[in-house]
C-alpha cells in the first residue's frame, strides 16, 4: 500500500529557511514528488526526485533517501507568497498511482 | 498556467442531481487524471485515462464515471449527488511516460446543496 505522512501546519519568519519532511511507505516505490497548492488553487509542481539526494531550483531543494523513506523540501529566503500547503506524493510502479499525503501548511510571518 | 483547462469553475446544484465536468489536456499530453479535494480528505486520486483508455482507478465512487475522448478532452459525471460530494475537483494531465510530471488544471468548485 501507500502512506505518506507530513506534518500539518509550520510557520516561519520571512527571510528565513524551511524545511518540510516528509516520510513515506509505498511498495513499488519509484519517485517522489513536490507540490505547492495556495488557497482554493490548483497544486503546482515544484520538484521530483526519483535517485537519491538533493535536487536544487533556485530557492527550493529537495532531497529523497530512498532507504530511509524519507524526503524533505526546503525553501530558503521564504517570502510572503510563500504561504501555502505543500504537497508529498509519491509514485508506485505497482499501482501507476501517485498519491498525495495531506499537506503542510505553511505560514510566514513578517 | 498549467495548460490544462476545466470547466465550469464553480458549479451550484441540489442533491440528487447529476452533473458533468469537463478537462482539456495540455497539448500532446495523452494522460488525464481526476482527482477530488475536500477539506477533511486532501487530494484523493479517482481515476486516469490514457489515449482513451482507463489506465489506474482509485477511490472512485459507483456513482461517478469517466470517460477520455478521441480528442483527449475527458469528462467526469458525477450522479445521485449528496452532500459529502461538495469538494474540489482537479483534472491533471501528462506526457506518456508512466513517471511525466502531472499538471493540474485550475479545478470545478462543486457545491451541493
Known amino acids: 500500500g501507500q502512506n505518506i505522512d507530513q506534518p500539518t501546519e509550520m510557520t516561519a519568519t520571512e527571510g528565513a529557511i524551511v524545511q518540510i519532511n516528509c516520510t513515506y511507505q509505498?511498495?513499488?516505490?519509484?519517485?517522489l514528488f513536490w507540490y505547492q497548492q495556495h488557497a482554493g488553487e490548483a497544486p503546482t509542481f515544484l520538484s521530483y526526485?526519483?535517485?537519491?539526494g538533493l535536487e536544487e531550483k533556485g530557492r527550493f531543494s529537495s532531497f529523497l533517501s530512498r532507504s530511509k523513506g524519507y524526503s524533505y523540501l526546503l525553501l530558503k529566503e521564504l517570502q510572503m507568497k510563500d504561504s501555502a500547503s505543500y504537497l508529498c506524493?509519491?509514485?508506485?510502479?505497482?499501482?501507476?498511482?501517485?498519491?498525495f499525503g495531506q499537506g503542510t501548511t505553511l505560514q510566514v510571518k513578517p | 498556467d498549467s495548460g490544462v483547462t476545466q470547466t465550469p469553475k464553480h458549479l451550484i446544484t441540489a442533491t440528487g442531481q447529476r452533473v458533468t465536468l469537463r478537462c482539456s489536456p495540455r497539448?500532446?499530453?495523452?494522460?488525464v487524471y481526476w482527482y477530488q479535494q475536500s477539506l477533511d480528505q486532501g487530494l484523493q486520486f479517482l481515476i486516469q485515462?490514457?489515449?482513451?483508455?482507463?489506465?489506474a482507478k482509485g477511490n472512485i465512487l459507483e456513482r461517478f464515471s469517466a470517460q477520455q475522448f478521441p480528442d483527449l478532452h475527458s469528462e467526469l459525471n458525477l450522479s445521485s449527488l449528496e452532500l459529502g460530494d461538495s469538494a474540489l475537483y482537479f483534472c491533471?494531465?501528462?506526457?506518456?511516460?508512466?513517471?511525466?510530471?502531472?499538471?493540474f488544471g485550475p479545478g470545478t468548485r462543486l457545491t451541493v446543496l
Open positions: 491533471a494531465s501528462s506526457g506518456p511516460g508512466t513517471l511525466d510530471t502531472q499538471y
Open positions: 509505498t511498495s513499488g516505490f519509484n519517485g
Open positions: 526526485n526519483v535517485l537519491d
Open positions: 506524493a509519491s509514485y508506485s510502479s505497482n499501482t501507476g498511482k501517485l498519491i
Open positions: 497539448s500532446g499530453d495523452l494522460s
Open positions: 485515462y490514457y489515449n482513451g483508455e482507463e489506465r
